[in-house]
C-alpha cells in the first residue's frame, strides 16, 4: 500500500513553473507569426481590393468618354454647318434661357499642370462632344421662301425624314450676329462665326403644306402620340432672318452635346447640355483627364500633329482626324512608403503628370485610347 501511494504522489505532481513558462512562450510566439500573417493578408487585401475599385473605375470612365468620341460629329460635318454658331433658346426651365453652343464634333478644353489645394495634380481638361441622332444621316432641306426670324413656318424643298419633336439647325454661311455677353442672345454685329439657328419641328402638315416645317411655341405630338411641350422654339423667335439659301438640317429626336470632366471629389463627370442636367458622376476616384487632337496638316490622310489647339474655321476642323485621351485613377489606399515612381506617361509620345511625394504613395492606373473621329473622316461635302 505504501509503494502505491508513492507511484500515485509521482504522477499527479503536474506542470512545473519552468515548463509552463515554456508553453506560454511557444504559443505567444505562435500567435504573434499569426497575428503577422493576418496583418499582411488584410493589408494585401486591401490594397488589392483599392487597385481593383481602381481599374474598374478607370475602365468604365474610360470607355463612356470613348464611346461618345466614336459617335462625334455624326450629321454635323458638312461644310455648310461645321464650326457655325448656333443659336437657341430653351423655354422648358424657368428661366427660360438663350444659350449658344458650336457645331463642331469635339472641343478640348485645356486644363494646366499648377498643383493647387483644389487641384492637387493640376487642372483636368474637358472633352465636350457633339453630334446627331436623326435616323437618315444627313437630312437636309433648302428654304424655298425667305423667313424673317419670326415666323415659325419654314418652306422646304424636300421634307424627308422629318419628324415632331426633331431638332433642327437652320444654316446660312454668313456672319451676322454675336452672342450679347449677359444674355446669349443674339446681337447685330460680327464675330467671325456663321450663324446658324436651333429649333423644334412641332408639325409637318400634309395637303397643300406639305412644304412646311413648323416650329411653334406649344406642344407637339412625340413619336409615342403623347402630348409634350416644345422646348427650343423661342414665341416671338430669335430673330435671325434667312434667304432662300439656307438649309435645314435635322439633328433627329435625341441630339447629343455631352461634356465630361472631373469635380473637386475626383469623381468623373457627364453633363449634358440638352437636357440642362446638372453634371453626373460616371466615375469615382479618377484625379487626372488629357486630351489632344490629331490632325492632317498635310492632306494625305494621315495625322501627322498632336495638340491642344481648337480649330476655328470648317477647312480647319476638316483637318481634325482623331483624338487620343487618358483617364486617371488612382487607388483609394495610402501606402506607408512611396509606390509610383513620377512623373506618369498618359500615353508614348505624350504628357506627363508629376506626382508629389505624399502623391506617390497610391497606386494609379492610366487608361489612354486613341480614337479616330470617322464621321470626319468619312467627312460629307
Request: proline fraction near 4%; include cysteine.
Amino acid at each position: 500500500m505504501r509503494k502505491s501511494s508513492k507511484n500515485h504522489r509521482k504522477f499527479s505532481n503536474g506542470f512545473t513553473l519552468i515548463e509552463l513558462m515554456i508553453g506560454l512562450t511557444i504559443a505567444l510566439v505562435f500567435l504573434l507569426i499569426v497575428g503577422v500573417i493576418f496583418t499582411n493578408a488584410n493589408q494585401q487585401k486591401s490594397t488589392t481590393s483599392s487597385g481593383a475599385d481602381a481599374q474598374t473605375s478607370g475602365a468604365l470612365g474610360s470607355h463612356m468618354v470613348e464611346r461618345d468620341l466614336r459617335m462625334a460629329g455624326y450629321g454635323i460635318n458638312i461644310s455648310d454647318l461645321l464650326a457655325c454658331e448656333i443659336y437657341a433658346y430653351d423655354e422648358t426651365i424657368s428661366p427660360a434661357r438663350n444659350f449658344t453652343m458650336m457645331a463642331v464634333p469635339v472641343i478640348i478644353t485645356k486644363g494646366n499642370t499648377t498643383q493647387t489645394s483644389t487641384n492637387p495634380y493640376g487642372t483636368p481638361d474637358t472633352i465636350a462632344i457633339s453630334y446627331a441622332t436623326s435616323d437618315t444621316g444627313f437630312s437636309l432641306a433648302q428654304l424655298t421662301s425667305a423667313n424673317n426670324g419670326g415666323n415659325a413656318n419654314y418652306k422646304v424643298s424636300n421634307r424627308f425624314g422629318f419628324h415632331e419633336g426633331d431638332i433642327i439647325v437652320v444654316v446660312e454661311p454668313v456672319d451676322r450676329y454675336t452672342p450679347d455677353a449677359t444674355t446669349g442672345a443674339p446681337t447685330l454685329g460680327a464675330n467671325g462665326i456663321n450663324d446658324c439657328v436651333l429649333s423644334q419641328v412641332t408639325g409637318v402638315p400634309g395637303g397643300g403644306n406639305s412644304d412646311n416645317i413648323i416650329h411653334n411655341s406649344g406642344n407637339y405630338t412625340d413619336a409615342s402620340g403623347k402630348n409634350v411641350p416644345a422646348q427650343y422654339n423661342k414665341p416671338s423667335g430669335l430673330g435671325i432672318s434667312f434667304t432662300t439659301n439656307a438649309k435645314i438640317f435635322n439633328f433627329g429626336s435625341g441630339p447629343v452635346n455631352v461634356t465630361y470632366g472631373i469635380n473637386t471629389k475626383s469623381e468623373l463627370t457627364r453633363q449634358e447640355s440638352f437636357s440642362n442636367t446638372a453634371a453626373q458622376a460616371v466615375a469615382d476616384n479618377i484625379i487626372m483627364l488629357r486630351a489632344y487632337y490629331g490632325r492632317d496638316t498635310n492632306g494625305d490622310g494621315t495625322v501627322d500633329s498632336w495638340n491642344q489647339t481648337t480649330p476655328t474655321t470648317s477647312a480647319d476642323w476638316k483637318t481634325v482626324l482623331a483624338v487620343q485621351f487618358a483617364v486617371v485613377a488612382r487607388s483609394q489606399k495610402k501606402e506607408a512608403t512611396a509606390v509610383t515612381s513620377s512623373p506618369i506617361t498618359l500615353w508614348s509620345g505624350g504628357p506627363t503628370l508629376t506626382l508629389s511625394a505624399d502623391q506617390q504613395k497610391y497606386r494609379y492606373k492610366v487608361f489612354s485610347s486613341l480614337v479616330a473621329l470617322r464621321n470626319m473622316i468619312w467627312s460629307g461635302s
